[in-house]
């Protein structure tokens, strides 16, 4: 008897679809994604680090990534891309990471020099 995995009814051994559900009674094959499949999301994310770190080092740190990202695709094993997507992971985090501190400080100050400006005109009143 076999199980189905939907509702749990049994089922004959040679049936192919559950008489209860309709649902397949064939094992599906769990396919892994190899890191190939995986580095478009590497990337965009690299695409994504060199537009807002244009003319800074974050943006250095994307191209890298963008270059490892390439070099992994085209890799010899899958362990070999393995190892160049984890680098060109990092940079990005690492890129992002420092992109966005950067954009705090940046509003940080702003809102202190718009607030002193604010005030030292408030002053000359």
Do not use: H
Request: charged letters at 10%; proline letters at 2%.
């Amino acid at each position: 008897m076999a199980l189905c995995n939907s509702c749990g009814a049994q089922n004959a051994d040679n049936t192919l679809f559950c008489t209860q559900c309709g649902a397949s009674l064939q094992a599906t094959p769990v396919v892994a994604e190899t890191p190939r499949q995986l580095a478009t999301g590497q990337l965009v994310f690299s695409i994504i680090n060199i537009v807002l770190g244009c003319c800074s080092l974050n943006g250095i740190m994307g191209i890298i990534a963008l270059i490892m990202t390439i070099v992994a695709k085209n890799a010899a094993t899958d362990e070999d891309a393995e190892k160049k997507l984890r680098v060109a992971k990092i940079l990005n985090i690492v890129a992002l990471v420092a992109c966005l501190i950067g954009t705090m400080f940046a509003i940080l100050y702003l809102a202190f020099g718009g607030f002193t400006v604010i005030v030292s005109m408030l002053g000359q009143m």
